[in-house]
Nanobody, 117 residues
Framework: QVQLVESGGDLVQPGGSLRLSCAASGIIFSIYAMGWYRQAPGKQRELVARFTSGGSTNYADSVKGRFTISRDNAKNMVYLKMNSLKPEDTAVYYC???????????WGQGTQVTVSS
């Protein structure tokens, strides 16, 4: 059974920082392109940051220089460090495991990030 379990979401003031974590199980973690997406109320889910199948990273323009994605293949974990948070970063953040054309795509249940004073 595949599980992606996110944690670390919270209420934080503008300018603050958070680190999201995603624990994966039931997949061969190292072969998946892991990523983070977010969905704000009334908006479509959008890419935040991801690893490509080649191991490089992609970031949404809105988070470049503020967010950093990382992974630990030994622990089956992927992280999103978020600095200089803005109110517009408020959303549910989802962990994604992209198996490309070979393996199924998987999603976590999401973790809420709220940036507000």
């Amino acid at each position: 059974q595949v599980q992606l379990v996110e944690s670390g979401g919270d209420l934080v003031q503008p300018g603050g920082s958070l680190r999201l974590s995603c624990a994966a199980s039931g997949i061969i973690f190292s072969i998946y392109a892991m990523g983070w997406y977010r969905q704000a109320p009334g908006k479509q889910r959008e890419l935040v940051a991801r690893f490509t199948s080649g191991g490089s990273t992609n970031y949404a323009d809105s988070v470049k220089g503020r967010f950093t994605i990382s992974r630990d293949n030994a622990k089956n974990m992927v992280y999103l460090k978020m600095n200089s948070l803005k109110p517009e970063d408020t959303a549910v953040y989802y962990c994604n495991a992209d198996g490309g054309s070979t393996w199924p795509n998987h999603w976590g249940q999401g973790t809420q990030v709220t940036v507000s004073s």
